[in-house]
Nanobody, 123 residues
Framework: VQLQASGGGLVQAGGSLRLSCAAS????????MAWFRQAPGKERDIVAALSWSDANTYYAGSVKGRFTISRDNAKNTVYLQMDSLRPEDTAVYYC?????????????????WGQGTQVTVSS
């Protein structure tokens, strides 16, 4: 499985960005797609996740109501729409996938990762 993340950039506080994660290869082997983020000096934490089979979703409390994870089945692509961005959202964002049937929250449960895309929110 190969994951290609894109869509990061520099935006002012209150602005929006949409991240994309295109999957290729053995896509039948994954069932959950997730976005993580890692700020300098901090751990990599889950931001949002989506179960491919039943479209169940998860959002971290800090982004709930502002971020939306969605999918395009035909394109094997998952999106993260980020609205009302805040300076504390600044981080490198990674997409990841796991073959577990249900949403997982630990980085250890995700075996495939995209390369990361930088999101910078200025105040």
């Amino acid at each position: 499985v190969q994951l290609q993340a894109s869509g990061g950039g520099l935006v002012q506080a209150g602005g929006s960005l949409r991240l994309s994660c295109a999957a290729s290869g053995r896509t039948f082997s994954w069932s959950v797609m997730a976005w993580f983020r890692q700020a300098p000096g901090k751990e990599r934490d889950i931001v949002a996740a989506l179960s491919w089979s039943d479209a169940n979703t998860y959002y971290a409390g800090s982004v709930k109501g502002r971020f939306t994870i969605s999918r395009d089945n035909a394109k094997n692509t998952v999106y993260l729409q980020m609205d009302s961005l805040r300076p504390e959202d600044t981080a490198v964002y990674y997409c990841a996938t796991t073959s577990y049937a249900s949403i997982r929250f630990s980085i250890r449960d995700y075996g495939y990762w995209g390369q990361g895309t930088q999101v910078t929110v200025s105040s």
